[in-house]
């Protein structure tokens, strides 16, 4: 048996708290390790170093998360932060991004999909609902083009880029191509390598900046 994905929240909503406990701990290779309704009070618990990935609300009393994400990963490096809030505003998503959370869920996002996405991050991945990652894309081909097409992609691989970019999961993905998931992760390492970056968020702004995408 692997070892469980452990999880850490937090989120000022007690009844919403304890329902994604319940979730989490009922689900099969989850476990919540500790939950809490501040960033203060996160970042100060022992539970939290054991955690693999903190979910995040954005309005919380106290510092907000969009603020939190930077101190969190100061104290705790190794930890994948993702916001999962009703809030979709783009400069606190951008801002919450950018001080290092690696992906950004709306409270929509249905049960299954959160935990194929708090997998996807743990297997190097940076998940988006797709009304996030619409925002995103929107941003970077805003942009002036920076990078040159060094570094060609294949159909294929462009093909996968561009889904990712839309916010589509791996599976969703696998189906939509007719492929496995083994194989997209297989195309994820060789856009990685080809692209010479370490996480979706960096392959999808190199790509959108150089225009494959």
Excluded at 169 to 186: C, D, E, F, M, P
């Amino acid at each position: 048996m692997s070892e469980p994905v452990c999880l850490a929240l937090v989120d000022d909503d007690s009844r919403f708290l304890r329902s994604l406990r319940l979730l989490v701990d009922g689900s099969p290779g989850y476990q919540c390790v500790g939950a809490w309704p501040t960033v203060e009070a996160a970042l100060w618990a022992p539970e939290l170093g054991s955690a693999d990935v903190l979910l995040l609300d954005l309005h919380l009393p106290g510092m907000d998360g969009d603020e939190g994400v930077g101190l969190v990963l100061e104290r705790f490096p190794s930890l994948l932060v993702l916001m999962f809030t009703a809030h979709d505003d783009d400069q606190r998503v951008f801002a919450s991004l950018c001080r290092g959370a690696c992906g950004y869920l709306l409270k929509s996002t249905t049960p299954a999909r959160l935990l194929e996405a708090i997998r996807e991050a743990v297997d190097g991945g940076s998940p988006m609902s797709p009304s996030i990652a619409r925002k995103v894309v929107r941003l970077f081909r805003e942009m002036v083009p920076e990078v040159p097409r060094e570094h060609p992609l294949t159909p294929r691989e462009l093909e996968l880029l561009s889904r990712i970019a839309d916010g589509h999961s791996y599976q969703s993905s696998a189906s939509a191509l007719g492929i496995t998931v083994n194989t997209v992760r297989n195309h994820i390492r060789s856009i990685y390598e080809k692209l010479q970056v370490h996480s979706q968020s960096e392959a999808v702004s190199k790509a959108l900046r150089a225009g494959l995408i």
